[in-house]
């Protein structure tokens, strides 16, 4: 990430994004649903998002695009179940977030990786939203 | 997170853990929810979320009865942890596993020496 990029952490900054809490139906469920940490770069070629979904596998995973809408559930694996929690907190079930597209961003053109628990999403700018270099004749 | 003082004067190996991580506690980072101690029959099993961080860049030892964690996270933040163990920890036994970006060391108990006694 150079430092002319724009990013953010957990908020929309300027990267053409912005996220609203995990839908209410998921969270009054049993499982306990967490937002997972996020954060968004823009470059000149689109934007770029790292979602931190550690323990969570691709099988366990659903990203989906809705018109101008990101919708991301993962479900997280507990490992041993005879064991007692004696320090810290426990890990959520399952991660859920919501984020919307701006306009200038080809949803369509999505394409996402996940590797060592972080999912990196890069969604490019529309043609129009491309900076234009014009030769000047 | 910090200990409830029963806790701390009934299990040493726990109380020893629990003074290191007072200090540490202080840090935001710590505070997140990335660190967890499970306490099974035969067994402790500590886990720390990683994600983004491959196995080449974790260095895990004892030395001295101290656990040491380091490393570096993606983002290049240096990640170091350090666990006292106590005496009931089987050092030999230890045995660690990076997992889907989720640290996982198991720390076995030593055999309890225990004697059953007829009584006649």
Redesign the interface.
């Given at each position: 990430m150079n430092e002319s990029n724009q990013s953010c952490r957990g908020r929309s900054g300027n990267t053409s994004l912005s996220s609203s809490e995990a839908d209410p139906a998921q969270t009054s469920a049993p499982v306990h649903t967490a937002q997972p940490d996020w954060n968004a770069s823009r470059d000149d070629t689109g934007v770029h998002i790292n979602v931190t979904l550690p323990g969570v596998t691709k099988d366990d995973l659903q990203l989906e695009v809705e018109g101008r809408n990101l919708r991301l559930h993962a479900s997280r694996k507990s490992a041993g179940k005879n064991r007692t929690l004696i320090l810290g907190h426990e890990a959520p079930d399952a991660y859920a977030l919501k984020l919307r597209l701006g306009e200038s961003l080809a949803s369509g053109s999505l394409t996402a990786a996940l590797t060592d628990g972080i999912l990196k999403i890069s969604i490019p700018l529309e043609d129009e939203a491309k900076t234009r270099t014009i030769e000047i004749n | 997170?910090i200990?409830p003082n029963n806790?701390r004067n009934t299990t040493p190996w726990?109380s020893e853990?629990?003074r290191l991580?007072e200090a540490g506690l202080r840090s935001p980072s710590l505070a997140q929810?990335?660190?967890?101690?499970?306490?099974?029959?035969d067994s402790?099993?500590l886990?720390i979320?990683?994600?983004?961080?491959?196995k080449d860049k974790l260095g895990l030892k004892v030395e001295d009865r101290v656990l040491r964690l380091d490393g570096r996270r993606?983002d290049s933040q240096e990640l170091r942890y350090r666990l006292p163990l106590g005496e009931e920890v089987d050092i030999e036994a230890i045995s660690a596993s990076l997992d889907?970006?989720?640290l996982?060391i198991h720390l076995p108990r030593k055999a309890r020496a225990h004697k059953q006694i007829d009584i006649l």
């Open positions: - | 997170m200990l806790l726990l853990f629990s991580f929810r990335k660190l967890r101690i499970y306490e099974e029959e402790w099993t886990e979320d990683l994600p983004g961080v491959s993606e889907l970006g989720v996982r």
